[in-house]
């Protein structure tokens, strides 16, 4: 639930907002402590495309590490995530299987 969810919440109930939130860490510190070590997170612009330099560093960065044997953490989408994402099938580690979204609240009128 996001914030803006959260201020509009019309049944008076914050605290089981809050907990539910805190219940969506947790997952996702649970399914971060299931990835194998050693491990790096990358981070770039999604505004950058195949045959940019920072594109083709972060392919090249990615394939360095996965081929070393560490696990390549991104958050997918896009450029420079994506290029780092492109590596060999062979250097590729199983990725942690993500929880599924929460359900959306249906706004009342």
Known sequence: MDDRRILENVDGN???SVLKIAREFEMGF?????????AVT?????????GHPAYEAARTTGRLFAEAGWSVITGGGPGVIEAAN???RSHRRPA???APPPPRRVRRP
């Open 30 to 38: 649970e399914a971060v402590a299931k990835i194998p070590l050693p």
């Open 14 to 16: 914050v605290h089981a």
């Open 96 to 98: 942690p299987r993500r």
């Open 86 to 88: 492109r590596r060999p």
């Open 42 to 50: 990358l981070f770039g612009s999604a505004r950058v495309h195949e």
